[in-house]
């Protein structure tokens, strides 16, 4: 799970941090990091991957056919997509495997069949 590129570019180099000891104000206008990572931590992947978040949002931010929210279609397993579960991912500022996608659509599955 990783969080979705932004616009905005932001270069990122040791060298502006040797520039700053050395003198050299040739690399001021770039940011300090050794890696940059555009992971999503464990705690928002907790979150998101929550099958509550998920209740929630469908029931009130899933946008379809004009309607805004979906509560009826909670526990309705025939009416779970991959396109719904992709769209959940998009709105929470995130990207997915197919894996983790079909994963997650899977734990639905099953916490709604209990």
């Known amino acids: 799970m990783k969080y979705l590129k932004k616009e905005q570019k932001i270069e990122k ?23 940059p990572t555009d992971e999503v931590d ?6 998101i991957l929550d099958i509550e978040t998920f209740n929630t949002w469908l029931r009130e931010d899933y946008s379809y056919g004009g309607y805004n929210g979906a509560p009826g279609l909670i526990g309705r397993v025939d009416k779970l997509s991959y ?32």
């Open 42 to 47: 464990s705690s928002t992947k907790n979150r």
């Open 83 to 114: 396109a719904m579960v992709v769209a959940y991912f998009l709105d929470q500022g995130v990207e997915c495997t197919d894996q983790e996608i079909y994963g997650f659509q899977e734990e639905i599955r099953k916490n709604w069949n209990n």
């Open 13 to 35: 180099t040791f060298e502006s941090f040797i520039g700053n000891i050395l003198g050299n104000n040739k690399y001021d206008g770039l940011e300090n990091i050794s890696k």
